[in-house]
Every structure is written in structure tokens, then in C-alpha cells.
Nanobody, 122 residues
Framework: QVQLVESGGGLVQAGGSLSLSCAAS????????MGWFRQAPGLEREFVAA????????YFADSVKGRFRISRDNGKNTVYLQMNSLKPEDTAVYYC???????????????WGQGTQVTVSS
């Protein structure tokens, strides 16, 4: 059981950067794989990035490869999403999620944060 709270969203110009944080509380954070998803207006929630329990295995959607980086600090019970070279199409509500197995499908995750808005202006 884990509770997740995202922060760090905001408004940024295209080409800029933002760093999102997801603070976790509850049981045994370090045993969970973590993922980031996003949902833009008119679209379904889509996978962004995932990281395994150790932090050694990371996975990215093709749309963000080379621009985004996911990391975690188990000592701080926090997962991060560093977003660089942002594009207007990155505009969405970003959610972090926790599950036993990392992957690109939202059904693989058991716990979700409330989301944080990221808006990228052109």
C-alpha cells in the first residue's frame, strides 16, 4: 500500500525543462516499480516512463526518449521525471504510479497520484 503525491508541474516555454517529483508514503516504497503517465485533453492516458525497484532498469515511450529521464531515490521515497527539450505536445496532466512490475500499461500499476499539470507554450 502506497500513497503518491506529484509536484513540480507548471508552465514552461517550448525547449525548456521541468522536473517533476512524486513523493511516496506507505509500505515498502523501495519494493515497487514506478511509472509516469500523462493525459492530454481529448486523449487517453499514455505511458511516459518507468523505473524498476532498484533504479537500474528504465523504460521510455518513444515520444520522450532522449528528452526525459526517470530516476528514484529510495532513501527519500521519491521518484523523479526530468523533462528536457519540452514541446507543446508534452502538455498534459502527469501522473505517477506504483506497482509490482514496471511496464507501459496502466493496468500494471496499483496506486496512482492525483496528477500535476504541465503546460508547454509554443
Amino acid at each position: 500500500q502506497v500513497q503518491l503525491v506529484e509536484s513540480g508541474g507548471g508552465l514552461v516555454q517550448a525547449g525548456g525543462s521541468l522536473s517533476l517529483s512524486c513523493a511516496a508514503s506507505g509500505r515498502t516504497f523501495s519494493s515497487y516499480a514506478m511509472g509516469w503517465f500523462r493525459q492530454a485533453p481529448g486523449l487517453e492516458r499514455e505511458f511516459v516512463a518507468a523505473i524498476d525497484w532498484s533504479g537500474g532498469g528504465t523504460y521510455f515511450a518513444d515520444s520522450v526518449k532522449g528528452r526525459f529521464r526517470i530516476s528514484r531515490d529510495n532513501g527519500k521515497n521519491t521518484v523523479y521525471l526530468q523533462m528536457n527539450s519540452l514541446k507543446p505536445e508534452d502538455t498534459a496532466v502527469y501522473y505517477c504510479a506504483a506497482g509490482f512490475v514496471s511496464g507501459s500499461q496502466d493496468l500494471m500499476y496499483d496506486y496512482w497520484g492525483q496528477g500535476t499539470q504541465v503546460t508547454v507554450s509554443s
